[in-house]
């Protein structure tokens, strides 16, 4: 007899739908908190994840691209942590790699598992990975090429109980049918395919592998993006009901402050393979100590149109995580750069519980957040 999983009570609807290791010095939580969700489900220690710079005919190596450069933090259970910054700032990279979809460099990934037993992730053996990956979950970005258009929905949601062993027979059909529910799409339809489904049912058919399994940690990498933005409201809406339903703890990776400050607890920014800020996202928006924090939340646009606010537009590119700058990576674009921080990495800056910085002057700084930023 299948398995009876939690489900959520009511959910939004799409049109055509129904109903202990030790501490690391990098960046991490203010002392006395380990996240905002209850219990740690996960640590992340001094995470690298560099990749090999080949050129030539016979791709001789010539650098490291250091996508991501020692990222570290911990995270609550049922808590949603918002991974934001630029494109190639290393967001994507941070999440396919907790889930060791890259093996990483160096550092460690530390996970709680449903058995009170802690792992690391970075360490243990395909086969020992294989099991985890029932616990630990993906939400790709792009829903019209992560569903292979071969395959029927029923045939893509099931293929996590099929390649695990969990069910058979009717019983897969009748957990498609209950995950088809929870996410908001007729069963009837589970014998379509991609192409006949809308952007939002195709990341609705997303989710519903997701959690085919019942998992307790899931990466959302950009899972809206690809969206119209009526949409998007009606897949986050799906997102933080099931969170709510389900008990879920969620990595929320985008490049859209407007978008992670309606579903994260906290949020943590990213810029060229490091984490800058870390911080409760209320506060993160109203009190931002890193300046690069300072340009993103300025973009973040007001609900009233009738409200000014000073945009900051930050001059030059990104710099290549190949070839980062020397000292602080932010300071060729930083308008309050100088000379210590041409030479000196920044150390991370404690501001507040749960508020922490990698600036020189994370303390001294006056800048500008959505309360002080708006002006008529």
Not at 86 to 107: A, I, Q
Request: hydrophobic residues 40%; charged residues 25%; proline residues 7%.
């Amino acid at each position: 007899m299948a398995a009876t999983y939690p489900q959520p009570k009511s959910l939004p609807h799409e049109e055509g739908g129904t109903s202990n290791p030790a501490d690391s010095p990098s960046l991490r939580l203010g002392e006395g908190a380990q996240g905002m969700g209850g219990d740690t489900i996960l640590k992340v220690n001094d995470l690298k994840m560099h990749f090999p710079l080949r050129q030539g005919l016979l791709q001789r190596r010539v650098g490291t691209i250091k996508a991501v450069d020692g990222v570290s933090f911990e995270l609550g259970e049922q808590e949603v942590m918002g991974l934001v910054g630029e494109s190639g700032c290393g967001k994507t990279t941070v999440g396919r790699t907790l889930l060791r979809l890259y093996d990483p460099t160096g550092g460690e990934v530390l996970f709680h598992r449903a058995d009170d037993s802690w792992v690391d992730v970075a360490k243990i053996s395909r086969k020992e990975m294989k099991e985890l990956r029932k616990e630990m979950r993906m939400i790709f970005q792009d829903p019209f090429s992560s569903l292979n258009p071969r395959l029927t929905v029923r045939d893509i949601i099931a293929e996590p109980l099929v390649i695990h062993g969990t069910a058979s027979g009717e019983a897969i059909t009748a957990r498609v049918a209950e995950l088809m529910e929870a996410v908001g799409l007729k069963p009837a339809y589970m014998g379509r395919y991609p192409h006949e489904f809308s952007g939002g049912q195709r990341q609705r058919i997303g989710v519903a592998r997701t959690l085919a399994l019942n998992p307790r940690l899931i990466v959302a990498d950009e899972p809206v993006s690809a969206l119209d933005v009526s949409v998007q409201a009606q897949v986050l809406n799906l997102l933080q009901t099931l969170k709510d339903e389900l008990r879920l703890t969620f990595i929320f990776i985008s490049h859209d402050l407007s978008v992670v400050e309606h579903i994260c607890d906290r949020i943590a920014v990213m810029y060229v393979g490091k984490l800058v800020e870390l911080a409760p996202t209320a506060e993160l928006l109203r009190n931002p100590r890193h300046p690069y924090t300072e340009a993103l939340v300025s973009a973040v646009p007001p609900a009233d149109p009738l409200i000014k606010m000073e945009r900051i537009i930050l001059e030059g590119d990104v710099p290549s995580p190949a070839n980062p700058p020397a000292g602080c990576v932010f300071h060729p674009r930083c308008r309050y750069a100088q000379d210590i921080c041409r030479e000196q990495e920044p150390p991370v800056m404690q501001i507040g519980l749960g508020h922490s910085a990698r600036c020189h002057f994370a303390d001294e700084l006056e800048l500008q957040g959505v309360a002080d930023g708006y002006s008529s």
